[in-house]
C-alpha cells in the first residue's frame, strides 16, 4: 500500500513539472516570433520609413526631362512647339480685377475664408506641409465660390472621367488635340458637362468647381505619362498658353496675386521667385512632386 502511494506521489509530481515545462517553453497560444509584432500587428524587423521635414533632409532627385523647354523649341505663331507640348488658349477659369464694391475678381470671390498657405490661388510648384509630409504641387490650385464653371483649355478629346472617392467629387481628363502624348487634368469637379470620347474645343464648359470641406476647390494639371513616377512629368500650364494671349494672362495673374494682398493687407506671394508669372518651376517629375524638392 506504501509503495502504492509512493508511485501515485511519483506520477504527479511528473505531471506538475511537464505542464511547467509545457507552459514556459512550448505554450501555443504564443508564435515562435511573436517578439518581432508590436502591437499594431507590424513587423518589428521591417524597416518603416521614418520622415524629416528639415528641406536638407529631402533627397535631392534627378530628373532625365529637359529643364530648358522654353527657348528654341517653342514657335512664335500660335502652334503647337516642336518639342510636341500642348498649346493652351486659357487657364480654365476667369480672371478679373478686383471690384471692391463686390469683392470679386472673375470667378474668384475675395473673403476672409483661411486658405492653405493664405493663398486664394496657389501657384504650380507650391510648398505644403502638413501631416502627411511635404508636397509640391504639381498644378495651379483654385480656391472659387462651389459651381463656378471650368472650360476647356485647349481642344481635344475626352479620355476619362473618374470618380474621386475620398472627396465624392470627379477628374477630367482630356487628350490635347495638337499634342496626343499629353494629357490635361482638370481634378475635383462636379457637375460633369462632358461624356468620355466627346471633342472639346478651347472654351467649352467642362465641369463645375466643386466643394473641399466649406471651400470650392479646382486643380488644373498637364502631364505627360510615363512607366514609372520618375517618368511623369508636370508641366506649368502657364508655361504652355499661345504666344497670342500669353501676356495678357501673365498681367491677369500679376494682378490677382496684388490685389488679394491688397484684400488681405499683407505680403503673401514671392513674385521674385516666379519664373514666370503663377509658376515657381517649368516642369517637375511625380516623384520630385512627392518629395517636395526640385533640383
Known sequence: MAIRKEILVIIIIFLV??????????NPSKPADLDQYDGNGLDNNEIIPSYDASADEIPQVQSNFDRTPWDENNTTDGSAPKSGRPVIMNVGINIGTWDKTTNRAGDFF??????????????????????LGRKLLPHPTYWLPEGTELVAVADGTVQQI??????????????????????????H??????????????????????MHGDMGMAELMIFRGGATPADIVSVCPYLLLDPNVKEQYDQKILQLAADWEEFKGKDIYD?????????????????????????
Open 17 to 26: 513539472l511537464l505542464a511547467a515545462f509545457f507552459v514556459f517553453f512550448i
Open 162 to 187: 473618374d470618380f474621386l472617392e475620398q472627396l465624392g467629387d470627379y477628374g477630367v481628363l482630356i487628350m490635347p488635340k495638337d499634342a496626343p502624348q499629353w494629357t490635361i487634368n482638370y481634378e
Open 110 to 131: 475675395f473673403d476672409d475664408t483661411e486658405y492653405v498657405n493664405d493663398k486664394m490661388f496657389a501657384e504650380y510648384g507650391e510648398l505644403v506641409v502638413n501631416d
Open 271 to 295: 513674385e521674385s521667385a516666379w519664373i514666370s508669372p503663377g509658376c515657381l518651376y517649368e516642369n517637375m517629375t511625380e516623384v520630385e512632386a512627392s518629395s517636395g524638392s526640385v533640383p
Open 189 to 210: 469637379v462636379s457637375n460633369v458637362k462632358v461624356h468620355e470620347g466627346q471633342q472639346v474645343l478651347a472654351g467649352d464648359v467642362i465641369a463645375e468647381v466643386s
